[in-house]
């Protein structure tokens, strides 16, 4: 072979070898680019993300607790007297007219007859019942008000015909204790409830404008129509804020009652859940 075509032969495969690597480099950088591009854009969404939940925790405040005044259309009643009980329940200022329960409980000091009368809405806020009181006495009227997972039990005390405050004060208590003050239980629930799944529990208890401290507060839950009931202790999470967690172990309705108590008070609330599959 002549020595020149030989040398040209090999001039053309080192130009062709050069291109074939110039070219493969060139993908390789541009692979490295569009990879670092899309590294950076990982890195920024989850610098976001982040930044996102923390400004949503930051944000996340506790509702406005339920407010509820009582009042009689008369202070002192006579014997025989219609009187009408009102509640008028708002929250943060504005009227509250979703009320899931309202209902009166009303009994006479020293006596085992409570009377529970469910209230009718009047709009505006404003729940009420009438009542007619037929004997002398000092009676104590609750006002029990389920709202926007809260439950708040007000109760004031009215005189009733020929009785004074001085005679009243000798009667003897009713032992079926309500907290003085206003008394607000909020408990988180998931929307759905699975069976065999775990539940987280949590309640949060106000007392008088107050979170509610160093309380035992437990939860007691059993299906409808047992008898063996389920009692389920918590620990106190952070201030008034009370925690645990249930497995329902059968789907259907069951009834859910929180236990809160201390020195002064015993007080509870009552949810029915409805457990799936």
Not at 68 to 78: C, D, G, H, L
Not at 89 to 106: L, N
Not at 227 to 236: G, L, M
Not at 239 to 249: D, N, Q, R
Request: charged share 25%; glycine share 6%.
């Amino acid at each position: 072979m002549d020595i020149r075509l030989f040398n040209r032969l090999i001039d053309y495969n080192n130009n062709h070898i050069y291109k074939l690597l110039n070219i493969e480099v060139t993908k390789l950088l541009r692979n490295i680019r569009w990879m670092s591009v899309g590294l950076f854009l990982v890195w920024l969404v989850g610098c976001n993300t982040a930044n996102g939940d923390s400004s949503n925790n930051q944000g996340a405040e506790m509702p406005a607790v339920i407010e509820v005044q009582i009042q009689t259309s008369s202070e002192k009643p006579a014997v025989g007297e219609e009187v009408k009980i009102e509640a008028f329940v708002t929250q943060a200022g504005d009227a509250v007219d979703d009320a899931s329960d309202v209902s009166f409980e009303v009994w006479e000091a020293n006596s085992e007859d409570h009377e529970m009368i469910v209230g009718k809405h009047g709009g505006e806020g404003n729940y009420f019942t009438n009542k007619v009181f037929e004997t002398d006495g000092k009676y104590t009227i609750v006002a029990h008000i389920t709202a926007r997972d809260q439950h708040t039990m007000p109760k004031i005390e009215l005189l009733v015909g020929n009785i004074t405050e001085e005679t009243a004060h000798d009667q003897s208590q009713h032992d079926h204790s309500h907290a003085e003050g206003k008394l607000s239980i909020d408990i988180k629930l998931p929307d759905e409830i699975i069976v065999n799944e775990s539940l987280p529990l949590e309640v949060t208890v106000i007392h008088e404008g107050a979170t509610l401290t160093d309380a035992k507060v437990r939860f007691e839950i059993w299906a409808e129509a047992a008898t063996r009931h389920e009692f389920i202790d918590t620990e106190e999470k952070q201030l008034g804020v009370y925690t645990s967690s249930f497995e329902f172990k059968k789907s259907g309705k069951h009834q859910l009652v929180v236990h809160i108590q201390n020195d002064t008070l015993h007080e509870h609330i009552e949810r029915i859940v409805d457990v799936i599959q």
